[in-house]
């Protein structure tokens, strides 16, 4: 009978929670706002004149009619964004602005009013506003003002990156209104246990009172809708820190789906209180660094990293930019055209693109290395850079990024910095690395790991020797002759005491240095490498061949000995800067606004990335005459499928076949084959090439070597 009279009454308690009429209201600002600017922020925004718009999402080059020039922008200088909003609901107990990102230092006025700043760049703001609004009906005036990275104190980031040229201001992320009750659900964090087929639910709730706060929760099916679990929960009386109480409870979901690159299948969780109500989707995954085998391990199984880069802020400075990084479609079909190369991961490299490419990777399926816009280059650099940004200061940062971010997904590891040596970020990630429940590794870049459980990343580019002069025996056998580990990473820079190498799982996730701009012309850090290797590359069409067959085989290099955990090309969005002041690197689209990439990287990148790869380990510039071959190839599998195939193995002369083997083949579940095949050259002097193909779900997936006998 008590069971019942308890059930009875959560039940009275769900249906008068659901005709509360003082649930959250979330109300976009997003659109045109008018804009100006001025040269201080010691000005009174009412004596501004407003005589252009700008979207919001989006930066201040956007405005219309320009407010900058050239030559001029985004210097010493304070963009001033302004909109008018009224509300019918002025009632809500609270009311909050949150802009969810904006550069640089975000200062606040309502109705001529300050309200607060924010000074970091890449991570929220959120102000309490319900004291300088209008009476409900009556309109109210918003201005948000942005600097410029001068303008910020050197305890913050700003994105510093060696080879971006424009630092543009602006609210390049969404921003809304939050109206709402107490209690008010501040924060949530959910805590996927794929092995109890439970969720962890921790739940921050702002609260006067220090009585028990009740909870209710449902779990749906994000696509279907379809409820799988519902329930209440109440804190313990009395526990009230700062107005805040802490809601830590387990939901079963027996028999949940698991998220995967392969199923991105995601649920909702819904929660409420009485005057509040939240919502936060998420996926049931694990993903963990295996110390024992130096592979990342997602949801408890060994998995391959197959990838890419996006520098989004690099792609902001993109002079065919406009408005793509905010439309949904464009975004969608970025992501889509990732997945066409095989890729299942991507780095955001040095700073994070607008939140909805996290939902988009969320609901596409990947795995995303969430890197955090410190760049500081070898010893010495970050305290010349950075001289007042310590560790505590960092940990502030890092700690409002997890808080926003800690529900996705697609976020399986936290990247503290990019090619810095320092002892700082380590520091900061100390202080911060226990507030995320589900244990992601970090990455802390050039720097030592903080632990065996994090990921230590890797920029092997061996093509940078020949900004020189190559050696005589050809630059294949110079590079690939011998098995390589991984270089250009904390072994190289910030090398154990020890001795020993690090036997973290290894993130290669830069090795090209090949890069050209998308009209086919080299970057500033490869035009001496086209002229010292290829002077013969005297077109667009012949240096993009070049790069896509060079690329190609320096991914199947590296994926086929399995030296890293994760191999990630650099990059697959990014700037492309032919035109004075050059650009350092570029992508490989050839049409930025329809995505087209750029044919030969499609024809021999992409296969290069297959699930089931080969690897021809020959790499002679030349042979002589009637000579006897061992040849080496290497087959991978990525999967945990049994491939059983024909390995086709061609020696080719002007175009025709001269010898072909067919050899059978089968590769276990993530299994690494070597095969050892003879081959006699024929007297034949003249040029040939090398084939090993095999066809892997209709694709045709190819290692070629180009060779003379003479």
Not at 279 to 301: H, P
Not at 343 to 366: K, L, T
Not at 402 to 425: F, G, L, Y
Request: net charge neutral; glycine share 4%.
């Amino acid at each position: 009978m008590r069971k019942i009279l308890i059930t009875i009454v959560l039940i009275v308690f769900y249906c008068a929670w659901l005709k509360s009429d003082n649930k959250r209201e979330q109300i976009s600002l997003n659109g045109n706002w008018k804009i100006t600017k001025s040269d201080t922020t010691i000005v009174s925004p009412n004596s501004l004149s407003f005589n252009s718009e700008a979207r919001v999402p989006g930066l201040v080059d956007m405005a219309l009619p320009a407010i900058d020039t050239q030559d001029t922008a985004y210097q010493n200088t304070v963009y001033w964004y302004k909109r008018n909003f009224t509300l019918n609901k002025s009632d809500a107990e609270l009311v909050y602005l949150k802009i969810n990102k904006a550069q640089f230092h975000t200062r606040v006025f309502i109705n001529g009013n300050f309200v607060g700043e924010n000074f970091y760049n890449f991570t929220p703001s959120l102000f309490n506003i319900k004291d300088f609004l209008n009476p409900k009906g009556e309109e109210n005036e918003l201005i948000i003002s942005v600097g410029c990275k001068e303008n910020l104190p050197d305890t913050v980031t700003h994105g510093y990156d060696f080879e971006k040229i424009k630092y543009i201001p602006g609210i390049y992320d969404d921003v809304k209104l939050i109206l709402s009750g107490s209690p008010f659900i501040q924060n949530v964090q959910v805590v996927p246990d794929i092995k109890n087929m439970k969720l962890r639910v921790v739940t921050e709730l702002l609260t006067k009172t220090s009585n028990k706060v009740k909870l209710f929760y449902t779990v749906n099916e994000a696509i279907s809708g379809k409820e799988i679990a519902k329930g209440a929960f109440s804190t313990a009386k009395g526990k009230n820190i700062n107005n805040c109480q802490i809601a830590d409870f387990n939901i079963n979901l027996n028999e949940c789906k698991l998220w995967s690159p392969e199923t991105p299948f995601l649920y909702d969780l819904k929660l409420s209180t009485s005057n509040d109500k939240s919502q936060t989707r998420f996926g049931m995954r694990s993903f963990e660094a295996c110390k024992d085998s130096s592979v990342f391990l997602l949801n408890g199984k060994p998995y391959y990293m197959r990838g890419t880069n996006v520098c989004i802020f690099r792609f902001f400075e993109d002079s065919n930019r406009n408005s793509l990084p905010w439309n949904s479609t464009w975004v969608t079909k970025l992501h889509d055209q990732f997945k066409e190369m095989h890729w299942n991961s991507i780095r955001y490299c040095i700073g994070f693109p607008p939140e909805r490419w996290y939902e988009i990777a969320d609901s596409i399926g990947f795995l995303i290395q969430d890197e955090y816009p410190v760049w500081s280059g070898k010893k010495g650099g970050y305290d010349r850079l950075f001289k007042g940004l310590n560790s505590t200061h960092l940990s502030n940062e890092y700690s409002a990024w997890m808080r926003e971010r800690w529900n996705h997904p697609c976020v399986v590891i936290w990247d503290a910095q990019n090619e810095s040596v320092n002892d700082t970020t380590a520091k900061a990630i100390q202080i911060v690395s226990h507030l995320d429940l589900s244990n992601r590794p970090w990455d802390n870049g050039w720097a030592a790991p903080v632990s065996k459980s994090d990921a230590i990343e890797a920029h092997p580019y061996l093509f940078a020797r020949y900004m020189k002069h190559p050696k005589e025996d050809g630059y294949l056998k110079e590079m690939f002759g011998k098995v390589r580990n991984p270089s250009n990473d904390p072994n190289d820079h910030s090398p154990s005491p020890t001795g020993k190498r690090y036997t973290n799982p290894v993130i290669l996730n830069e090795y090209g240095w090949l890069w050209l701009n998308r009209d086919g012309s080299p970057t500033t850090l490869t035009d001496k490498v086209y002229e010292t290797l290829f002077p013969h590359a005297d077109t667009p069409e012949k240096r993009f061949e070049i790069y896509a067959k060079n690329l190609g085989i320096l991914t199947e290099y590296w994926r086929a000995h399995r030296k890293a955990a994760a191999v990630m090309h650099f990059c697959g969005l990014g700037y492309s800067r032919p035109k004075s002041p050059r650009g350092q690197t570029s992508d490989n689209f050839i049409d930025i606004q329809n995505l087209k990439y750029e044919p030969h990287f499609y024809k021999y990148v992409r296969p290069a990335f297959s699930p089931v790869g080969v690897m021809f380990d020959f790499w002679e510039k030349q042979v002589s005459p009637g000579c006897n071959l061992n040849l080496s190839i290497y087959l991978i599998n990525d999967t945990y499928d049994l491939v059983e195939n024909k390995l086709k193995l061609r020696l080719i002369k002007d175009d025709k076949i001269v010898i072909e083997k067919q050899i059978i083949i089968d590769l276990k579940e993530l299994q690494k084959k070597i095969l050892e095949i003879p081959l006699t050259i024929p007297m034949e002097e003249g040029d040939y090439s090398l084939e090993a193909e095999l066809i892997y779900k209709g694709e045709s997936i190819k290692s070629v070597r180009e060779f003379v006998v003479n």
